[in-house]
Structures are given as C-alpha cells and as structure tokens.
C-alpha cells in the first residue's frame, strides 16, 4: 500500500506499521529514493567507468542539462579539461577505498564553468559491482568572491611595493613583515635582510632608548599613532634621517595587530640644515676673528712704531759706542726688541689678510733651515726629529707666515711635554679623490707635527683654534698660537686635521695646495751690501716723532738729504713751497688728517716724477692694495733696522718701472 510520509509517498508492504512516536520515517527504499531525488545538493550515482547511473534534479540544474540527458554520459564528458587528470587519480584512489575531497569544475553546455566541492566513496551494490556516491556542493560563488579577493590583494601588495615613497608592516614588536622596494632601496638592504630584522636594527645606537620608550607606550595601548624623525643607520653606514608616520591596526579584541609605517626621507634637507649651520657657525667664528684682528692691529700700529725707534736706537748705540759695557747694555734691549718684534709679527700675521707676498717654497727646505731654532724652542728634553719626503711639490705661501706655523706648533708641542718627550715634523705627499670638507680633491703636500704629550680632552678639542683661548695658566700664553696656525693654512687654500689621545699625545696635520712647480733659488739679504745714497731728497712724513727724528738722522749719515715732516698737511705745505724735485716720498700709511696714498697722489701732482714707499705698522685692510705692484709704490713694513730701512729706499729709487 501506498503511505504518505511528510512530503513525499514511498511505497510500503502490507507488514508496514504507521510509524508512531519519534521513531522517524523508516528506512525504506522509496524514502531513500525520495531523499536522493529532493536534496538541494547535486548528487549521483557512478559505475565503475565513471558513468552516470543515477543523478537527481539538483545535480542537473547545476550542470544545465537534464538528468535523462546526463544518464548517458560519464562524468570525465562534463569535467573540466585542466582539471582531468587530477580527477581521475581521485578516482583511482577510492576505488581502493579512499574517500574523494576534492574541487574541480565542470563545463555546461553553454561553456560556462561550474565549481564544485565533491565528496564521494565507494560502495557495493547488491549486484557486487563497484558504484560511487558522489556529493557536489555548488562552490562557484565562492570561487568567484576569492578570485575577486585575490586580485584586490595582488593590486594592493602591487600599489605597496611600487609605490615611490617607503613603507613597510610591522609587528607590534617592531619586527619587520612586509617591506616595499622604496624603503629597501633607501636603507641598501634586501627584502629578505630586512624581513629578518626589527625596526631598532635600523635606528642609530644613540636614539634607541627614545624609540624603545615608544615601543613601550604603544604596547600599553598608549598610542595609536606614531608621528616621529629617526637618525637610522643605513645598510653601508651612512647616516639618513627618516620621518615615520605609523597608524596601529588592532583586533577585535583592541590588541594590536601590526603597526603600518610610511617614511619621508629628511636627509637632504638634515644635511642642507646642518650646511647651513655649518656656515653661519664659520661666518660668526670669521667676524670673531676679524674683530679681534681689527683690535690687534690698532694695538700693533702703535707698537711697531715704538719698536722700530728702540730697534734703530739701540743698533746705532751698539754701533758708535766705544764702552764695552755700553755696547753690551745696547745688544741686550736690541735682542729684546728683536724679541717684541717677533711677537709683533705674529699678532700681524693673525690679524693681517695678506702678510708679505707668497713665493714657492719647498717645505723640506723650510723645515731644515728652521730646524735649529725648533730646538732651541722645544728644549734640551724633548727628542725632535724629521722624517721628510723627497721630492715634495712646492707650495705657494709667503716664507714668515709658513715659519710663524712651524714655530707655534713648536711651541704647543713643548707646552704638552712639559716632563719631555718626542716631537717628530713629516712631510709627505697627499692625494684626496674626492672633496674632504672645505678642501677639494688634488694634489697636496702634508705636513704632520706629532708629539707625545698629554692630549687634548674632547671638551676642548673644538675650542683649540678659538682665537685668545687657551687652557694654560696666566701668563703662559696669549692663546694666538693655533688660531694663528689655522688662519694661516685656510688662507693659504689648505685645511688643518687634528688628532690627539689623552696620554698618547697629539698630531695635527696640515695640508698645503701643491703648486707644482720648482721652488726658486732664495734671493740675497736685502739688508746687505746697501749702497749709499748720492744727495737724492727724501720727504719722510710720520706722525711718531721720535721715529721722524731717528730716520732723517740715518737718511743724512748715508748720503741723502731728508726733509722731515710729522703729517701730511705739513708734508703738502713743505712740498708746495719747494722749487726742487722730490726723488722719494717715504711716508707713514696710516695718519691723521689724510692717508699715506692720498699724501702720495697729492704730492705727485705737482712733482710726478716722485718715487713713493710707503711703511705701515698696521695690519688690517686699510694698506690693502698698497703693495709694490700698486702703481709703483713700495712697501715697507714696521718695525724695520736700520739695514732693512736703508735697503728698502736704494730699491724704491732704483726701480726701473715708471712711477
């Protein structure tokens, strides 16, 4: 009899009790069949050859074709081509009793493709052949949403790692987990050396404490965003200074997830800053350095003035006294002015633009001619020795100015051994590829000046060419010596290098152009063999009258016939009432009322024949351009001997270049 069972009839014996209770439907085959045919899920029956031997309605909905129409194919004839092979070693497997969990797609008529999830097993039927009962879960939508999720990822890890500015994925730790190109290129390392690396790796030594307080704060939950500037360390040690912009991503649980970083690379601006810095720091230490140069020079103006009187006074004293004891007495203040003047010289040197005119020298030369009175210098306790490199390049100074360097760093050297030591002077032969600071690339000769003293604290290390500083007690030094020795080099166009170990001792190493060039035959004292003079007027104008007085003395003991006066209005009025030429003005640079120039253009206008030598004990910038060169005027620096005052005016009247 025929019984109705929910929604569906199966057919039952007359043995079949209405089933009461919760028993459920019983097991019949009409419940089967109908359970088979109604599931929403495609199922089928396979034979051994893999042919459809039952299908129900779901199955062909899902693969657009009619059961009775699939009833005559084999499941191979709707599988997918790329997807074959692999179906068929499933099948091979459960036929030996493996169960099949697989996805695969299937191939409509209309050529659409259909993706299912099958599962299957084997089973014997009644009759002892091999059937298959295969489930397929239509999967197409999903297959389709993470075909979709999967080429939004890979635009998005595209965007990431082409994206012109770094960026990278770290794990709350700080650990790397994903790096973009821009930032491997920025740091030198590759993505795999960075993916074995945290953040602090990268972060210089001296600002790891700060970021780890930001780690530490941001593990608290203190901090969502991160909005910092990094000095890292790149891959090849150089410095690069990083801003980094990071936002946390947290679960659903607030705990953080990974931290997602941008880098804005600050490093050439940093450098230009610190350029800029740089440069106003120099421009501060020049004005400094001018200003108390300016105050030297008015200082020294008036000093050389008194200095070339005692000098002159006390070598004529020396020279026409008869008294032993006289002459003794008057070589004693000689050899102390010579001494001032030797100090006298050095404040000009610092506070002078431009000392002497620059010749070339051969620094091996210099370094043996001077090397006696470094010794005497340095003292009986210290071993000095040369190392001297030949051939050396010449270099292009002027000869006091580069002995005034030798003297100072003689001194500094004997200052830091004051238990004696070793000073060694090593000249050699540099080469720098590439710019090194405020030096370009070249040829340089290199003058090392290493002592074994007691060092230089790092506290003081950048305040050793600070002009009046200096670190020894009152009285001992006028802390000129090395900022002399650096404004010297500098102008010279070489640079200074300063290395020093407390208790090992100190090396400064100068580097000079090399000029190239072969340094000329030294030319005779200009002091000796003087000529004298053949009745040849000379106008001296200067306002220091004792000097006036002494230097028309010696001009009338040497055969010329001087006319003094102390300034330029009475040198003009003098000059005004004259009917004779004037073969030589020698006057004063620097003086009230109107310059040694100004005087000398003045003169030369009613007498242009005149010869022009000009002295000055000043020196800043107002003798400038006053050199021999300028038109046709001598130059005679103060304080000056007698010998040096006598040659300087044979030379000015015996020039050949017209005036």
Request: overall charge negative; hydrophobic content about 40%; aromatic content about 6%.
């Given at each position: 009899?025929?019984?109705?069972?929910?929604d569906f009839?199966?057919?039952?014996?007359?043995?079949d009790?209405?089933?009461?209770?919760?028993?459920g439907?019983?097991?019949?085959?009409a419940w089967?069949?109908?359970?088979?045919?109604?599931?929403?899920?495609?199922?089928?029956?396979?034979?051994?050859?893999?042919?459809?031997q039952?299908?129900?309605?779901?199955?062909?909905?899902?693969l657009?074709?009619?059961?009775?129409?699939?009833?005559?194919m084999?499941?191979?004839?709707v599988?997918?081509?790329?997807?074959?092979?692999?179906?068929?070693?499933?099948?091979d497997?459960?036929?030996?009793?493996?169960?099949v969990n697989?996805?695969?797609?299937?191939?409509?008529?209309d050529?659409?493709v259909?993706?299912?999830?099958?599962t299957g097993?084997?089973w014997?039927?009644?009759d002892?052949?091999?059937?298959?009962?295969?489930?397929?879960?239509?999967?197409?939508?999903?297959?389709?949403?993470?075909?979709?999720?999967?080429?939004?990822?890979?635009?998005?890890?595209?965007?990431?790692?082409e994206?012109?500015?770094?960026?990278?994925?770290?794990?709350?730790?700080?650990?790397?987990?994903?790096?973009?190109?821009?930032?491997?290129?920025l740091?030198?390392?590759?993505?795999?050396?960075?993916l074995?690396?945290?953040?602090?790796?990268?972060?210089?030594?001296?600002?790891?404490?700060?970021?780890?307080?930001?780690?530490?704060?941001e593990?608290?939950?203190e901090?969502?965003?991160?909005?910092?500037?990094?000095r890292?360390?790149?891959?090849?040690?150089?410095?690069?200074?990083?801003r980094?912009?990071?936002?946390?991503?947290?679960?659903?649980s607030?705990?953080?997830?990974y931290?997602?970083?941008?880098?804005?690379?600050?490093?050439?601006?940093?450098r230009?800053?610190?350029?800029?810095?740089?440069?106003?720091?120099r421009?501060r230490?020049?004005?400094?350095?001018?200003?108390?140069?300016?105050?030297a020079g008015?200082?020294v103006h008036?000093?050389?003035n008194?200095?070339?009187?005692?000098l002159?006074?006390?070598?004529?004293?020396?020279l026409?006294?008869?008294?032993?004891?006289?002459?003794?007495?008057?070589?004693?203040?000689?050899?102390a002015a010579?001494?001032?003047?030797?100090?006298?010289?050095?404040?000009?040197?610092?506070?002078?633009?431009?000392?002497?005119?620059?010749?070339?020298l051969?620094?091996?030369?210099?370094v043996?001619?001077?090397r006696?009175?470094l010794?005497?210098v340095?003292?009986?306790?210290?071993?000095?020795?040369?190392?001297?490199?030949?051939?050396l390049?010449?270099?292009?100074?002027p000869?006091?100015?580069?002995?005034q360097?030798?003297?100072?760093l003689?001194?500094?050297a004997?200052?830091a051994?004051?238990?004696?030591?070793?000073?060694?002077?090593?000249?050699?032969?540099?080469?720098?590829?590439?710019?090194?600071?405020e030096?370009?690339a070249?040829?340089?000769v290199?003058?090392?000046?290493?002592?074994?003293?007691?060092?230089?604290?790092?506290?003081v290390?950048?305040?050793?060419?600070?002009?009046?500083?200096?670190?020894?007690?009152?009285?001992?030094?006028?802390?000129?010596?090395l900022?002399i020795?650096?404004?010297?080099?500098?102008?010279?166009?070489?640079?200074?290098?300063?290395?020093?170990?407390?208790?090992?001792?100190?090396?400064f190493?100068?580097?000079?152009?090399?000029?190239?060039?072969?340094?000329?035959?030294?030319?005779?004292?200009?002091g000796?063999g003087?000529r004298?003079?053949?009745?040849?007027?000379?106008?001296?104008?200067?306002?220091?009258?004792?000097?006036?007085?002494l230097?028309?003395?010696?001009?009338?003991?040497h055969?010329?016939?001087?006319?003094a006066?102390?300034?330029?209005?009475p040198?003009?009025?003098?000059?005004?009432?004259?009917?004779?030429?004037?073969?030589?003005l020698?006057t004063?640079?620097v003086?009230?009322?109107?310059?040694?120039?100004?005087?000398?253009n003045?003169?030369?206008?009613?007498?242009?024949?005149?010869?022009?030598?000009?002295?000055?004990?000043?020196?800043?910038?107002?003798?400038?351009?006053?050199?021999p060169?300028?038109?046709?005027?001598?130059?005679?620096?103060?304080p000056?001997?007698?010998?040096?005052?006598?040659a300087?005016?044979?030379?000015?009247l015996?020039?050949?270049?017209e005036?």
């Amino acid at each position: 009899m025929l019984v109705r069972r929910r929604d569906f009839w199966y057919e039952a014996t007359v043995q079949d009790e209405p089933p009461t209770g919760n028993q459920g439907p019983p097991a019949t085959d009409a419940w089967y069949r109908a359970l088979f045919e109604q599931s929403p899920t495609a199922m089928a029956i396979l034979d051994a050859h893999l042919g459809f031997q039952q299908v129900n309605p779901a199955m062909g909905v899902m693969l657009g074709r009619t059961p009775a129409a699939l009833l005559s194919m084999r499941a191979t004839e709707v599988t997918h081509p790329d997807d074959l092979g692999d179906c068929l070693a499933r099948f091979d497997e459960m036929r030996r009793g493996t169960p099949v969990n697989l996805e695969k797609r299937y191939l409509r008529p209309d050529g659409a493709v259909v993706w299912g999830h099958v599962t299957g097993s084997r089973w014997t039927g009644p009759d002892g052949a091999d059937w298959a009962l295969v489930v397929v879960q239509d999967i197409t939508r999903n297959k389709h949403t993470e075909a979709m999720l999967a080429d939004r990822d890979d635009e998005l890890s595209t965007l990431f790692h082409e994206a012109p500015f770094p960026m990278a994925v770290n794990a709350p730790g700080g650990r790397f987990l994903r790096v973009n190109r821009a930032l491997c290129g920025l740091v030198g390392y590759t993505p795999t050396e960075l993916l074995a690396m945290d953040w602090l790796d990268l972060v210089d030594p001296l600002e790891r404490v700060a970021s780890r307080e930001n780690d530490d704060r941001e593990r608290r939950g203190e901090v969502s965003e991160r909005d910092v500037v990094r000095r890292i360390l790149t891959k090849g040690g150089q410095a690069a200074y990083l801003r980094c912009k990071a936002h946390v991503v947290r679960d659903r649980s607030g705990q953080p997830r990974y931290w997602l970083g941008q880098f804005v690379d600050l490093t050439p601006e940093r450098r230009h800053e610190e350029e800029r810095r740089t440069f106003f720091e120099r421009l501060r230490q020049s004005q400094r350095t001018e200003a108390v140069g300016r105050v030297a020079g008015g200082v020294v103006h008036d000093f050389n003035n008194m200095l070339a009187v005692i000098l002159n006074v006390a070598e004529l004293a020396r020279l026409r006294t008869p008294d032993a004891r006289t002459r003794e007495y008057a070589e004693q203040i000689h050899s102390a002015a010579t001494r001032a003047a030797a100090l006298s010289r050095r404040l000009m040197t610092f506070g002078r633009r431009d000392e002497g005119d620059p010749e070339l020298l051969d620094l091996n030369v210099v370094v043996t001619e001077l090397r006696h009175l470094l010794q005497r210098v340095t003292g009986e306790d210290i071993a000095f020795t040369t190392e001297l490199a030949a051939p050396l390049d010449a270099v292009h100074m002027p000869r006091a100015q580069l002995e005034q360097v030798l003297l100072n760093l003689a001194v500094n050297a004997r200052d830091a051994m004051p238990l004696g030591g070793r000073l060694v002077l090593r000249t050699s032969r540099r080469h720098l590829d590439e710019p090194d600071m405020e030096l370009p690339a070249g040829d340089y000769v290199a003058l090392e000046v290493e002592d074994s003293g007691t060092g230089i604290t790092d506290d003081v290390v950048p305040q050793v060419f600070v002009p009046f500083f200096t670190t020894k007690e009152e009285g001992r030094g006028t802390g000129l010596g090395l900022a002399i020795v650096e404004h010297v080099i500098t102008t010279a166009g070489g640079g200074v290098r300063l290395r020093t170990t407390l208790g090992v001792g100190t090396t400064f190493l100068l580097l000079l152009p090399a000029a190239r060039a072969t340094p000329p035959v030294p030319a005779p004292d200009p002091g000796s063999g003087v000529r004298r003079g053949r009745g040849e007027r000379i106008l001296v104008v200067e306002d220091e009258l004792t000097l006036l007085d002494l230097t028309t003395q010696l001009l009338a003991e040497h055969g010329y016939v001087p006319l003094a006066a102390p300034g330029a209005q009475p040198a003009l009025e003098l000059v005004r009432h004259m009917r004779q030429s004037v073969d030589l003005l020698l006057t004063d640079i620097v003086m009230p009322g109107a310059s040694g120039t100004e005087l000398a253009n003045r003169v030369r206008e009613t007498h242009p024949n005149t010869r022009v030598l000009l002295m000055s004990g000043h020196p800043d910038d107002r003798i400038a351009g006053h050199g021999p060169k300028d038109r046709g005027h001598h130059l005679l620096r103060k304080p000056f001997s007698s010998l040096q005052l006598l040659a300087a005016v044979r030379r000015a009247l015996d020039a050949t270049s017209e005036p």
